[in-house]
């Protein structure tokens, strides 16, 4: 519900912490967040790409986590991260899911504009929270890949932008990059200082948030980041563990016996961010 992840995120930024969100594609990843989340007692955001959720099925995931909360006794929000189709939105809202992140690659501002109202309409309509982005943050993912341009945000533009959409939270472009191949510069942290001076009570949200050092995750929650996005790290966590089962079990053809400890691998990571964010 919007009111539930108001206050979650208004909360996470007032006390200057941050709730760890988790993109997940398999069981053993959704297991692995609430196992690691329950462990520290925390709140948790299950996240879902657009690719994520039509292979899992918005429906069946919603459902899972439902009943996963309920086992591990944690409090959870399902999020649709970085949105951008109508129709797979409406069908996650349909599904039960709390936010909703839209994100356009379009050339102007107007028609960001213009497209995120038609996701705001929505999210009201669903009584769901709304995640707003003006630049996109890059993604850097394979080399075979296309490399996004690293536009940052532009403080003004953006206060701007979150008074005429309504968004309730703000992704942010401050030199973070989504993916696994990133190329390595310093985070602008005075984007953000003039951009919580502009914007107090808007809650920021942190794309690629793996593998970035301990002080820039600190410095971000001190200056109004109040959701990190996990998803790279967790991935890797588990294919690497899966390939190093599958080169010492050769002849071994039952998948759960080749997934053994992925998700202990994805946890451990998953209650180190937790722990990091809320300064535990």
């Not at 919603?62 to 069908?91: M, P």
């Amino acid at each position: 519900m919007k009111t539930k992840a108001k206050h979650l995120l208004n909360l996470a930024k007032q006390s200057k912490k941050a709730i760890g969100a988790f993109n997940v594609s398999s069981i053993e990843a959704l297991q692995a967040v609430f196992e690691a989340a329950s462990e520290v007692k925390s709140p948790v955001i299950i996240q879902t790409s657009a690719g994520e959720a039509e292979y899992l099925l918005p429906e069946l995931v919603s459902e899972i986590c439902t009943e996963l909360s309920k086992l591990y006794k944690v409090d959870f929000l399902l999020h649709l991260d970085r949105g951008n189709d109508i129709d797979l939105i409406k069908r996650c809202l349909e599904a039960g899911y709390d936010s909703i992140s839209s994100e356009f690659h379009s050339t102007t501002y107007d028609e960001i504009v213009k497209n995120t109202l038609s996701v705001r309409r929505l999210t009201n309509q669903y009584v769901a929270y709304h995640e707003g982005a003006i630049e996109v943050v890059p993604l850097r993912y394979y080399k075979e890949k296309y490399q996004e341009e690293l536009r940052k945000t532009d403080p003004k533009l953006a206060k701007r932008f979150v008074q005429e959409t309504g968004i309730d939270s703000l992704v942010v472009s401050i030199g973070n990059q989504s993916g696994k191949l990133k190329t390595q510069q310093p985070l602008d942290i005075n984007i953000l200082t003039e951009l919580n001076d502009l914007l107090p009570e808007t809650p920021f949200v942190l794309h690629g948030g793996s593998f970035l050092s301990d002080t820039d995750i600190l410095n971000c929650i001190q200056n109004g980041v109040a959701k990190i996005n996990v998803n790279t790290e967790i991935r890797l966590a588990y294919i690497n563990k899966l390939k190093e089962n599958i080169s010492i079990n050769d002849g071994e053809y039952a998948p759960y016996r080749l997934l053994k400890g992925v998700k202990e691998d994805m946890r451990n990571i998953i209650k180190n961010k937790i722990t990091l964010f809320n300064h535990l």
